[in-house]
Every structure is written in structure tokens, then in C-alpha cells.
């Protein structure tokens, strides 16, 4: 009987994955929770209708406080857009807190969720995601876990 991989087993590897349902993206977003960038990292190409961006992750597989740079890159953009962000200020650090899908039968529009109330927001024609970490891990400067206050639903 085949048994499933944990988590903790790919703390010694470079990720590669790939989205392509609403599923797929909820596991890159938990990977790519509290993940850095800033604007110069991020780059369109409109004509390839494709959106990259480097981000320094957080090793959320590790037992200690790393991080590692990853490209995420995400096809069939057919237009992007933001929101509560400085676009010329190429060098403030950006928080990505979540990768949202919101899927309708005429439109797919997967938002990249910031900290400070951010946004970038893109119009897709299918889901198509990939990551892959492109460093090798280093010790993340704070030293620390990023932290989250639990919010309860009434």
C-alpha cells in the first residue's frame, strides 16, 4: 500500500510545483504565506500574457526560520490591476499573505492578497501556476516565525 509524503519530508528540497484547480492554488498560497517582494521583482509580460515574481518564502516546511528565494509565475494573464500599493516604488517590501481564486462562468480573477490592505489582482483565462524555489535556503534575518493574531468567526 502506497503511503502518503509528509510535509516535513521535502524540508531538505527545492519545491517545484504546479496549480491548475482552485485546490492546486490553496497549496501554493499556504507555501507562498508571508513570502516578500518588492515591485522590481515583479514583471508582466502582456504580450506572452504572463506575470513573474521572485519572492523570498518563508521555509514553512522547516523546523527553524528560513527562507529561500522562488519564482512564481502565473499564465494566461489577460489583464492585471492593483490596489493600496505604491507601483513606482520599486523597493518597498510587499507581504503576500494569500493567493485568492475567484472563478465565475464568464471570468477567472486570481488576486495576490497583501498585507496593509494591498492587492494585485489578475484576470486569467485558466489557472495555470507554477513555483519553484531558485536559491538555496538562508537563515531569515529576523530569526523568528512569522506570527498571525487568530481571528474568530461569530
Not at 464568464?106 to 489557472?127: D, N, P, Q, Y
Request: some cysteine; glycine content about 4%.
Amino acid at each position: 500500500m502506497a503511503q502518503d509524503v509528509s510535509f516535513s519530508e521535502g524540508a531538505d528540497s527545492a519545491l517545484y510545483l504546479g496549480a491548475f484547480t482552485p485546490e492546486d492554488v490553496e497549496v501554493v498560497s499556504s507555501i507562498l504565506q508571508d513570502g516578500v517582494f518588492c515591485m522590481k521583482d515583479l514583471a508582466w509580460t502582456k504580450k506572452k500574457r504572463k506575470l513573474a515574481l521572485l519572492v523570498n518564502r518563508f521555509r514553512w516546511e522547516n523546523n527553524f526560520p528560513e527562507r529561500v528565494r522562488t519564482i512564481l509565475i502565473i499564465d494566461n494573464v489577460l489583464k492585471i490591476s492593483s490596489q493600496g500599493i505604491e507601483r513606482t516604488d520599486m523597493n518597498t517590501p510587499l507581504n503576500l499573505l494569500k493567493l485568492d481564486v475567484n472563478q465565475t462562468k464568464k471570468s477567472i480573477v486570481l488576486t495576490l492578497l497583501l498585507s496593509e490592505f494591498g492587492a494585485i489582482r489578475c484576470e486569467i483565462e485558466a489557472i495555470e501556476i507554477s513555483m519553484k524555489d531558485v536559491t538555496r535556503p538562508y537563515k531569515a534575518k529576523s530569526g523568528k516565525v512569522p506570527m498571525h493574531p487568530i481571528i474568530y468567526d461569530s
